[in-house]
């Protein structure tokens, strides 16, 4: 997030070339403080921590998920708004969202249109949440100015996918949790949900969903 708002993707691909910082003019460039951010379209787990991130660098953070009770974000001093308030009004979108017949291509051409130019996408859910042929208009277009892309709706990707190869995107390969550290995290927590559903104990990092969906599951 930080390195789209100073372009250091766009340097380094300078720096290749030999073009050290006399070499060529500066270009005005967006800090992060004081800026909006709205956390994943999905206020889950990650997106929280990732929005109480946000806020101790000084962001402005809204966010958007229609299941996320209001407290949680609350404690950290985010509003939770409306889907079109958040794609409209905002510096940074962070996606952070299951893949689901309701969020496939939930950002395409026409929410794209509707988008504060110059926007920057950071995506490290699924890839398949954002139109990728859509993606690439936008930036053509200069309504989005940078892309991170950890995610892919093909994995791997083709090695001709234009958002790989396209200056403004910074793309990963799926890296995820992919830290030692945070493997260890991931199989500790694994063995805790195991023996919390034989205990029969609440599960704490299931995605969040309506309240009426959970009751018709107890039902069964």
């Known amino acids: 997030m930080m390195e789209k708002a100073d372009f250091v993707q766009k340097l380094y691909k300078r720096m290749q070339f030999l073009k050290f910082l006399d070499q060529f003019v500066i270009e005005p460039t967006d800090g992060s403080s004081g800026s909006s951010l709205t956390v994943s379209l999905g206020f889950g787990k990650v997106g929280s921590e990732v929005?109480?991130?946000?806020?101790?660098?000084?962001?402005?953070?809204?966010?958007?998920?229609?299941?996320a009770p209001t407290d949680r974000a609350r404690a950290i001093g985010v509003e939770l708004v409306s889907f079109d308030e958040v794609i409209s009004s905002m510096d940074f979108i962070y996606l952070h969202m299951p893949l689901t017949a309701t969020t496939s291509k939930i950002l395409n051409d026409e929410t794209f249109v509707k988008m504060k130019k110059g926007v920057r996408i950071i995506n490290v859910a699924r890839g398949g949440v954002i139109d990728e042929d859509a993606l690439v208009r936008?930036?053509?277009y200069g309504i989005v100015a940078q892309a991170d892309l950890d995610v892919f709706t093909e994995e791997p990707p083709p090695k001709d996918n234009k958002?790989?190869?396209?200056?403004?995107?910074t793309a990963t390969p799926h890296l995820g949790a992919n830290t030692m550290e945070a493997q260890e995290g991931v199989t500790i927590e694994i063995a805790e949900v195991v023996v919390g559903a034989l205990n029969a104990a609440t599960a704490v990092n299931v995605p969040m969903v309506p309240s009426e969906t959970i009751g018709k599951w107890e039902y069964r």
């Open 138 to 140: 936008a930036l053509h």
């Open 163 to 169: 958002l790989i190869l396209h200056e403004l995107v």
């Open 51 to 67: 929005a109480h991130r946000a806020k101790g660098l000084g962001m402005n953070v809204i966010a958007h998920d229609p299941y």
